[in-house]
C-alpha cells in the first residue's frame, strides 16, 4: 500500500509539473498541439486527485456499506477517467478538424521544439517508473496511471517529431504548409492514442457490469486452482471468476464423489484453507470461496 501511494504522489507531481509547463510553451508559442497536451494534463491532474482518494478508500476493510470491500470502486474510477479522457481526444480532433479547414495554425515551431524534447523525456520516465511500481505492489490503479503516462508520451513524442518537420519546412520554400502541421499532427496524435483508453474503457466496463475477465485469464486460474483440489475426491470443479479492482473474487463448487467422507468441518476449513493458500502464493489479490455440494442441480 505504502508502495501504491507512493506512485500516485509521483504522478501526481508529475501532471502539475508538465500541466504548467505546457500552457506555459503553448501560450508562447501558439501551438494548439501544445495546448492540447496541457489539457489532457490538467484533466489527469483532476483525476489524479481521485485516485489518491479511491486507494486510500480501497485499504478499508469491508463495512455495512460495501460487503465486498472497497476495492469496487478501482474499476468505477478507472472507466470515468478513460471515459474522460476518450472525450478530450474526440474533442480535440474536432477541433483541429476545424482549424486544418479553416487554414491552419501559426506557431513558434523552434521553441516547440524543445517543448517537445522535454515533455517526452520527462513522461517516459514517469510511466516507466508508475510501470514498476504498478508490477510491484499489483495496483490496477497503479497499472492505468502507467498507462496514461505512456498516452501523454506518446502524445509528447508525436508533437516533437511534427514540430521538428514544422520547422524544417519553415525554413524553406514550403513555408506556407507549415501553418497545417499544427492541426494535422494534432489529429494524428488523437488518432495514435485513443485506443489506450479505449481499452481501459473496455476492460473497466466488464469489472464494472460484473462480466468474467477474459478466457485467458480464467483458464490460467483454472489451471491453478484445480490442482490445489485434486486430492478431495470429486466428480466435478465448477468455479466462477470476477474481477473487481485488484481483487480476483473465485467461487468454487466442488461436486463430491461417493468416496469423499466428511468427519468434522475442521476438515472442510483445512482443505479449504490450503487450497486458498497456494492460491495466494500466486496471487496474493485472489479472495476465495469454496462449496462441497453432492447434488449437482444446486451448482448451477
Not at 500516485?8 to 492540447?36: E, K, P, Q
Not at 520527462?122 to 504498478?134: D, N, P, Q
Not at 468416496?259 to 485472489?286: C, G, T, V, Y
Request: net charge negative; charged share 20%; aromatic share 12%.
Amino acid at each position: 500500500m505504502r508502495k501504491e501511494q507512493k506512485a500516485l504522489r509521483i504522478s501526481l507531481f508529475g501532471v502539475v509539473f508538465f500541466v504548467a509547463l505546457a500552457l506555459g510553451f503553448a501560450v508562447y508559442t501558439g501551438s494548439d498541439a501544445i495546448l492540447f497536451d496541457g489539457i489532457y494534463s490538467l484533466v489527469s491532474f483532476a483525476t489524479a486527485l481521485l485516485t489518491l482518494k479511491v486507494a486510500k478508500l480501497a485499504e478499508r476493510p469491508d463495512d455495512d456499506n460495501f460487503h465486498f470491500g472497497y476495492t469496487t470502486l478501482e474499476p468505477t474510477l478507472n472507466l470515468f477517467k478513460s471515459l474522460i479522457t476518450i472525450v478530450v481526444c474526440v474533442y480535440a480532433a474536432v477541433e483541429a478538424l476545424q482549424r486544418f479547414l479553416s487554414g491552419g495554425t501559426e506557431a513558434e515551431y523552434g521553441w516547440a521544439v524543445v517543448y517537445g524534447v522535454l515533455a517526452t523525456s520527462g513522461c517516459f520516465i514517469v510511466a516507466m517508473l508508475l510501470r514498476k511500481y504498478g508490477r510491484d505492489c499489483r495496483s490496477d490503479l497503479v497499472n492505468v496511471e502507467s498507462k496514461a503516462w505512456f498516452v501523454d508520451a506518446l502524445l509528447s513524442a508525436s508533437v516533437l517529431l511534427g514540430f521538428i518537420f514544422a520547422w524544417t519546412i519553415s525554413k524553406s520554400s514550403y513555408a506556407h504548409y507549415a501553418p497545417y502541421v499544427d492541426p494535422l499532427l494534432l489529429m494524428i496524435i488523437v488518432a495514435l492514442a485513443l485506443p489506450i483508453p479505449g481499452k481501459i474503457f473496455l476492460n473497466s466496463l466488464r469489472e464494472v457490469i460484473v462480466m468474467a475477465p477474459p478466457s485467458d485469464v480464467v483458464d490460467e486460474i483454472g489451471e491453478r486452482l484445480i490442482p490445489t483440489l485434486a486430492h478431495v475426491p470429486h466428480d466435478l470443479i465448477e468455479y466462477r471468476v470476477n474481477k473487481r479492482g485488484r481483487n480476483t473474487y473465485l467461487l468454487v463448487h466442488v461436486l463430491v464423489s461417493d468416496e469423499f467422507e466428511i468427519h468434522s468441518i475442521e476438515r472442510l476449513d483445512d482443505i479449504r484453507r490450503k487450497s486458498s493458500a497456494q492460491m495466494k502464493e500466486w496471487n496474493p489479490e485472489i479472495v476465495m470461496d469454496i462449496l462441497f455440494v453432492k447434488d449437482k442441480t444446486l451448482i448451477y
